[in-house]
């Protein structure tokens, strides 16, 4: 399927892999690269000599364009910033701020950059800025999320720029990227159903979480520190939310999810630890392989949309 995310990108078909923190690691990101997505290196909080690793060890796995997703709220963000030029990635995609300061030194080293953004103001300031592109998420999503759903963000942002437009929160299937297309965009980007892929190294008991999930079971915490993030209900959400309603302080707060998206991702902590994950967690049934579910998708998609 060409579109000008395919075009762009040069990829097969437009189905981008979300650069989450701890789970975008290169084994998942070249699985989805080499089953013809773009597959992501989420840089998260990590140090810059590990990011350049982890895009060290993806060119060894690939021969396929791939990209490493910038989080701004990173300390080490510039850092991180010039390591993706020095190794030549070609595409990157940025999360949770506003990525202007680093868009010039990547456009000039020929860098697609691609924002992550979660609403149509902030979408049209990154399109002035000179991004190629910009994912629209919406609050679905796992992990740090907006407030507008991706039904109502991703037409207003399509009519709102000229850009191609990547819609992102509440996709996992065939019916969702259809779904995406109809609203006017020009690819996906998926999160929680390659959390549970075969590739994925996150721990056996998130990905057992996240397959036994129902569509009422991710909740959002954070809303009053001004970091909402959206996970699956457990022990430490309710601990957290029940803090937030005594209105307990930031440092406080702090406490409770230092670490914790690590201990769930790593050491399999469902229970204190952060699974993050997005609404449609759901609908992910199965533990498959990066390459079953994009051609599984892309066929689903096709007969959707009569192609
Ligand atoms: O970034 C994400 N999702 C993330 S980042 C992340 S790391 C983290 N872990 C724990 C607590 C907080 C963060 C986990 N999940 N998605 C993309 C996204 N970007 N969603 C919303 C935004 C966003 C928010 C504000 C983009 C721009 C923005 O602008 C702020 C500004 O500077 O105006």
Redesign the pocket.
Known sequence: MKTKITELLGIEYPIIQGG??WVAEHNLAAAVSNAGGLGLIGA??APPEVVREEIRKCKELTDKPFGVNV?L?NPNAEEVAKVVVEEGVKVVTT????PSKFMEMWKAAGVKVI????SVA?AKMMERAGADAV?A?GME??????STTTMALVPQVVDGVSIPVIAAGGIADGRGFAAAMMLGAEGVQMGTRFVAAKESIVHANYKEKLIKAKDIDSTVT?MSTG?P?RSIKNKMTKEYLRLEKEGADFMELEKL?LGS?RNAVMDGDVING?V?AGQIAGLVKAEDSCQDIILEIMNDAKKLLGK
Do not use: Y
């Not at 999360?95 to 506003?98: K, P, V």
């Not at 924002?115 to 979660?118: D, E, L, N, T």
């Not at 999503?141 to 907006?146: N, V, Y």
């Open positions: 989450m923190a998260a909080s989080m709220l999360g949770a701020g506003n924002p992550v953004v979660a902030m994912v998420e999503s796992g992990g740090h999320i907006g954070g970091h993030v999810t998206l952060t993050m």
